[in-house]
């Protein structure tokens, strides 16, 4: 098992729709929960940033992050066609492999928000 | 806030040539910046975590004589492809730890190696 799985989709939606984007884990030590979102030949950009569970929101953004389950989510209202874009999941914790705050993406979702 | 900067953008080279990197974080110092690359349609691949003032930590399978790091300062921290071949070709892109366990990334740099 993948330590993160991640849909790789596509993912269509029209625009002003609810976007639901979702990752599981397997390695309990995830304290850190971030999702990034990377458009096309661009780096990733960090969107939100959650320490263990609860939910967070930012605008349209909306983060939730239920350790008991292994699963985080990332909710979009309102979507637009801007938002079309590769979503990346990435969790850490503090001394994940000896290392200095190394993160572990999922494979990325493909979204598109067709207008 | 939180800026971090590549350059060049994108490069062309021939087979054999070295090709350096730069990444920068325009706006805070980052003792620990990291290297990635990411193949089309695949996610980012973690090639070593480039320490400020010591050596960098190579994952397993990444040629640490091929990929040279160097993390001169808290701002700067360079990737050189040495004797690059058309299997380097890839997106290579760099991050900076800001706090805890964020990162921020640079906006990549595409590498075409002839």
């Known amino acids: 098992q993948k330590e993160v799985e991640q849909d790789p989709g596509p993912l269509s939606v029209p625009e002003g729709a609810i976007v639901s984007l979702n990752c599981t884990y397997s390695n309990s030590a995830f304290q850190y929960f971030m999702w990034y979102r990377q458009y096309s030949r661009k780096g990733p950009e960090l969107l939100m940033y959650t320490y263990s569970s609860g939910n967070k929101e930012d605008g349209r953004f909306t983060a939730q992050v239920d350790k008991s389950s292994k699963y985080i989510s990332l909710f979009i209202r309102d979507s637009q066609p801007s938002d079309s874009a590769t979503y990346l999941c990435?969790?850490?914790?503090?001394?994940?492999?000896?290392?200095?705050?190394?993160?572990?993406f999922g494979k990325g979702t493909k979204l598109s928000v067709k207008p | 806030g939180a800026v971090v900067s590549q350059h060049p953008s994108w490069v062309i080279c021939k087979s054999g040539t070295s090709v350096k990197i730069e990444c920068r974080s325009l706006d805070f110092q980052a003792t620990t910046m990291f290297w990635y690359r990411q193949f089309p349609k695949q996610s980012l691949m973690l090639m070593a975590t480039?320490?400020?003032?010591?050596?960098?930590?190579?994952e397993q399978g990444v040629e640490k004589d091929k990929f040279l790091i160097n993390h001169a300062s808290l701002t700067l921290s360079t990737l050189t492809v040495t004797s690059a071949h058309p299997e380097d070709s890839s997106f290579y892109i760099c991050?900076?730890?800001?706090?805890?366990?964020?990162?921020?990334f640079g906006p990549g740099t595409r590498l075409l190696v002839l």
């Open positions: 990435a969790m850490s914790s503090p001394n994940y492999g000896g290392s200095q705050g190394n993160l572990i």
């Open positions: 991050s900076a730890k800001l706090a805890a366990e964020t990162q921020y």
């Open positions: 480039s320490n400020e003032g010591s050596k960098a930590t190579y």
